[in-house]
């Protein structure tokens, strides 16, 4: 580990006299049964080296097939993001010696990528909407992946050998490449990693990939450069890969901001480098310096032939989109009625998925909202879990509240059967059944509770009897609590205001 | 009994399917005939006498059970080495290959297999088919059986020896800018490089794969439309492989050999005579258009303009492509791993001292040669220039098969030459393909059949190319020719061949 210090500009600072160009490349590993190039099975998790082939260990006379459904979700993706979809593009291969690339090549698409000229509109946290420019989203194959044995760091540095394990090798990948981000100014970070969490709910819509951070599913560049003002020309820029999270993606732009711009106030220039996010730490350093000598050797595949996906085709996928994000989104707090506020509340929530169940399951969004929103949120927070990952499903807030409109429990013994319901007892008819809770519809016991409530209270009832509707709430109140809440307040007071003119 | 090894593998197939003969015998006679000669010609790196009899023995057990098989189901045939073979070793006559064992068939091999062909062993070749003598293996030179101290040509000169030796009827070779026709040329053998995309690709070593074609050596130009059909057709593994049934190879050999050309245009390139072939090379070519017009064709001369620059291009493009294909040796994962004598055993030293101990020296200046040629800055003018020729060459090929069904040249421009005569001489050895390589630029098919013998007693060959797809056209005009000129000489050319002194 780096133990260099770096002065920093603060932030804000940095922000006042910079203006933050980004560009951000995102890697998605596409979700399909086999591999980019081969029949092997595209798995995480397995045993090393078993999900593999003779065309993904690079062995001696393997041939490339391309995977289709990688093609189709490659397009799925361009159309999306608004790309226009090439009539025919061609794979070539990218040259460099590296263990994990088991033909010391990766095979990539260069100068024809499927998918160009495309843009996301992503919404920011107050709701305005920044349009991000798409250069192109390209396929390509996933790497093996090397594991530093031996020495303390873990990293290749110091090792005493090392491991391949060839399973994540040729697992389809699409590439997706920004133009520069220009515009976005103190917001930068902001849009960064709004860009990727946009991303990463079409990657799900679409059906395309599980796009679980966590898993590498989804791994982000980003590109960072400085210029003095808006009008300037580009600054030299900073690649700093593999950056795994939504909020690394922020912190790393806040950093490199607050970095470049200290190595610029000092009359230093920015060096053209890749660099290595650390997220325990939240810096970034220096890895290998990117030369223009870099030289790939690019050509064109000669063991493959060129992808022209038909225009019927391409149309036949367009149709069968699903509806993105955030076009859901618009229409469901139309349908919903929500306030833009609580809308977004919703979303940062990650509850939209669960209201409409919720909802789907019969209750008014209102209801499903206020249960998702409220108690369970709080819920979810106490315990530091998702609010999806909570014990309970839509369909049980759905039955929760339709026995709360039904008059069978009331606010409070539903929050008590909601308990229930997270604490594994079952449905919430069968927690209402075991633990008794079900409001007391039967006049008799509430007119006995009554009766012992207004024997006790002579002087109240005499009030009340006289004209003064006052005292009536204590009465009430005295016999919820002799019927341990169960009773209905409404009919309560009834048979309270009955008993009295009847005397 | 006759010798069983002296047959073509049409005869020995017939005398299988009749009963008269089993493949154990037929095997056995064969891996007699390659332990007598091989100390002398040196045609195979591996041979696998164990597993060719084990197929030898189930055919002929399939065979006595009534089982319907194919026609040339024990047949034992030879494959060059530079073809995967499962649990056969498999060197491509590199060093850097020492020991590897492939875990997967090629699919020419899947169906030889299938087919019931027991597999003798694998043939020498140039180290990774760069070369046209065979003196590039990393395992010693083969001989040529017409004369030991020449070469068979090359890369597969493994194969042709083998064929020309009677080591085997049938072998499979590879032909990336000539290594099938050549060598067949310089042994008085035949050899087809099929239409690229004809036979599949997968599990054979590329070379450069826009080019690479597997294709028959044999005896016979019959045998070679068998063996054709055979391994031949569409591969879903080979992304290149064309997705259409063949045409009939073996009617057509067969309609050849009736010696009927009657309305055959045959196209003689203008470009591919003249310097630098041999008085005697020349001389057999043009005999051997008298006969083709004796038989009905019609000779007409065509211009290939841009064929001179074939040669420059393929030297630009194989390069290329072979520094990318062959980036994979590398000490990682099979083959040879060498470890830096001083200093850290890094895997980028490891890389490089695996590589420099491995590979030979015309691949290394060929890795060098591509890597330059697709370097930034060089690929326009080198790589991008040769492409242009490439499609330039194609439509020289067009053009000149508006005019003609089928083009004639000699197949190499001199017969075998000594062994060393032109090792320290790249640019000697490259001349060698300069009539063979137009067709793999263009992915036409291509044949050579034995036409004689020049001046200096050495085979000739006489090629035939044809129009992407029309492999039929080859074997038909290739069929003519054998049967005319055979019934000149009383019998086929390998007859005049030399005894072998065989040690018994």
């Known amino acids: 580990m780096s133990t260099q210090t770096v002065d920093l500009v603060d932030y804000d600072e940095a922000v006042r006299r910079y203006d933050p160009v980004i560009g951000i490349e995102v890697h998605v590993e596409l979700g399909t049964a086999t591999k980019m190039f081969c029949p092997a099975p595209a798995v995480f998790g397995e045993e090393p080296n078993t999900s593999v082939s003779p065309v993904s260990l690079g062995l001696p006379g393997a041939l490339p097939v391309v995977n289709g459904t990688a093609v189709e979700y490659a397009i799925r993706i361009g159309l999306a993001l608004n790309c226009q979809i090439a009539e025919s593009c061609r794979f070539a291969r990218k040259n460099y010696f590296y263990p994990d690339v088991p033909k010391n090549f990766q095979t990539s698409q260069y100068d024809e990528p499927i998918a160009f000229d495309g843009y996301l509109d992503v919404e920011l946290d107050d709701g305005e909407i920044f349009r991000v420019q798409i250069e192109r989203a390209h396929m390509e194959e996933d790497a093996g992946k090397n594991t530093h044995v031996g020495g303390s760091t873990g990293r290749i540095q110091g090792a005493e050998y090392s491991l391949v394990d060839y399973n994540r090798a040729g697992i389809p990948l699409v590439e997706i490449v920004t133009r520069p981000i220009e515009g976005a100014g103190e917001r930068a970070p902001e849009v960064a990693r709004a860009y990727v969490q946009t991303l990463r709910d079409i990657f799900r819509a679409l059906g395309v990939s599980e796009a679980r951070m966590e898993r590498g599913n989804v791994r982000a560049d980003v590109n960072l450069s400085l210029r003095p003002t808006p009008e300037s020309v580009l600054g030299t820029r900073t690649e700093t890969k593999n950056v795994n999270s939504f909020r690394s993606v922020e912190r790393a732009v806040r950093y490199e901001v607050s970095r470049q711009a200290a190595v610029l106030d000092a009359?230093?220039?920015?060096?053209q480098e890749t660099r290595h996010w650390h997220e325990d730490?939240?810096?970034?350093?220096?890895?290998?310096?990117?030369?223009?000598?870099?030289?790939?050797?690019?050509?064109?595949?000669?063991?493959?032939?060129p992808v022209n996906p038909s225009r019927e085709w391409v149309e036949e996928i367009r149709a069968t989109l699903p509806e993105l994000p955030a076009a859901r989104r618009r229409r469901l707090q139309g349908v919903w009625g929500f306030a833009d506020a609580e809308m977004r509340d919703v979303v940062n929530a990650g509850a939209i998925e669960l209201i409409e169940a919720t909802v789907a399951a019969g209750a008014s969004p209102a209801a499903a909202r206020k249960w998702w929103m409220g108690e369970l949120a709080r819920t979810a927070k106490t315990q530091e879990v998702e609010l999806g990952d909570l014990p309970i499903t839509p369909a049980q807030i759905g039955q929760l509240q339709a026995l709360v409109d039904s008059g069978r429990i009331n606010d409070k013994l539903a929050r008590q059967v909601l308990e229930g319901v997270l604490a594994g007892e079952g449905d919430p008819e069968q927690v209402v059944v075991a633990r008794g809770l079900e409001v007391v519809s039967d006049d008799g016991p509430l007119l006995e509770a009554i009766d012992a409530t207004l024997a006790a209270q002579p002087d109240l009832a005499e009030k009340i009897r006289s004209g003064n509707q006052g005292p009536i709430g204590a009465i009430i109140g005295a016999v919820m609590k002799a019927t341990r809440g169960q009773a209905d307040a409404g009919r309560v007071r009834e048979l309270v205001l009955e008993r009295l003119s009847e005397g | 009994m006759t010798d069983l090894t002296r047959l073509s593998a049409a005869d020995l197939a017939d005398k299988l399917a009749a009963g008269d003969v089993s493949s154990v015998e037929a095997t056995q006679a064969h891996l007699d005939r390659i332990a007598a000669v091989e100390p002398a010609v040196h045609a195979f790196l591996h041979v696998s006498a164990d597993e060719a009899l084990a197929t030898a023995r189930d055919v002929d057990a399939r065979r006595a059970a009534g089982e319907e098989l194919h026609t040339l189901a024990g047949v034992p045939i030879a494959v060059k080495d530079i073809i995967v073979t499962k649990g056969l070793p498999t060197t491509a006559g590199s060093r850097i290959l020492e020991g590897w064992v492939p875990p997967y068939d090629a699919t020419l091999v899947s169906r030889i297999k299938d087919a019931g062909l027991p597999i003798l062993g694998k043939t020498n070749m140039d180290e990774f088919a760069m070369g046209s003598s065979t003196e590039h293996s990393a395992y010693g030179n083969t001989h040529n059986p017409w004369d030991l101290d020449r070469i068979p040509g090359g890369?597969?000169?493994?194969?042709?020896?083998?064929?020309?030796?009677?080591?085997?009827?049938?072998?499979?070779?590879?032909?990336?800018?000539?290594?099938?026709?050549?060598?067949?040329?310089?042994?008085?053998?035949?050899?087809?490089?099929?239409?690229y995309g004809s036979v599949s690709r997968y599990g054979l070593i590329a070379l450069a794969s826009s080019l690479d074609q597997a294709g028959p050596v044999t005896r016979t130009v019959l045998d070679s439309a068998l063996l054709h059909e055979l391994i031949g057709g569409h591969d879903p593994r080979d992304s290149t492989s064309i997705d259409?049934?063949?045409?009939?190879?073996?009617?057509?050999?067969?309609?050849?050999?009736?010696?009927?050309?009657?309305?055959?245009?045959?196209?003689?390139?203008?470009?591919?005579?003249?310097?630098?072939?041999?008085?005697?090379?020349?001389?057999?070519?043009?005999?051997?258009?008298?006969?083709?017009?004796?038989?009905?064709?019609?000779?007409?001369?065509?211009?290939?303009?841009?064929?001179?620059y074939a040669l420059g291009a393929y030297y630009l493009i194989l390069p290329s492509e072979a520094s990318s294909n062959l980036a994979k040796f590398d000490g990682m994962r099979f083959g040879l791993r060498v470890e830096?004598?001083?200093?850290?055993?890094?895997?980028?030293?490891?890389?490089?001292a695996t590589r420099g101990a491995g590979f030979g020296d015309e691949v290394k200046r060929r890795i060098i040669l591509g890597t330059y040629a697709l370097s930034a800055g060089y690929y326009d003018a080198y790589y991008g220039s040769a492409q242009k020729v490439r499609t330039l060459i194609q439509r020289d090929f067009a053009a000149a098969f508006e005019q003609a069904d089928v083009l004639v040249s000699p197949t190499a421009p001199t017969t075998a030459f000594?062994?060393?005569?032109?090792?320290?001489?790249?640019?000697?050895?490259y001349l060698n393909d300069v009539a063979t390589i137009p067709a793999n630029l263009a992915g036409v098919p291509g044949l050579s059949v034995p036409n004689g013998l020049s001046d200096d007693g050495l085979p000739v060959g006489f090629q035939v190319l044809a129009p992407a797809k029309a492999d039929d056209r080859l074997y038909r005009v290739g069929a003519a020719l054998e049967a005319l000129l055979e019934a000149q000489w009383g019998g086929p050319l390998l007859d005049r061949a030399p005894e072998l002194e065989v040690g018994k």
Do not use: N, W
């Open chain 1, 267 to 271: 009359g230093d220039t920015v060096t």
């Open chain 1, 281 to 305: 730490t939240g810096i970034t350093t220096a890895g290998r310096v990117k030369s223009d000598a870099e030289d790939y050797r690019y050509f064109p595949e000669p063991d493959l032939v």
């Open chain 2, 155 to 195: 890369s597969g000169g493994g194969s042709a020896a083998a064929v020309a030796a009677y080591e085997a009827p049938l072998a499979i070779g590879t032909d990336t800018g000539g290594s099938i026709r050549q060598p067949g040329a310089v042994t008085g053998t035949v050899g087809v490089k099929p239409t």
């Open chain 2, 244 to 308: 259409e049934p063949l045409p009939g190879l073996v009617a057509a050999a067969r309609q050849g050999a009736t010696g009927d050309l009657a309305g055959v245009r045959v196209g003689v390139v203008r470009e591919l005579q003249g310097e630098g072939y041999q008085p005697g090379v020349l001389a057999r070519f043009e005999e051997s258009l008298d006969l083709l017009r004796q038989a009905g064709a019609e000779i007409v001369e065509v211009s290939c303009p841009h064929f001179g």
């Open chain 2, 340 to 352: 830096p004598e001083d200093g850290p055993a890094t895997a980028e030293r490891v890389m490089g």
């Open chain 2, 418 to 429: 000594k062994l060393g005569e032109k090792l320290d001489d790249p640019l000697a050895m």
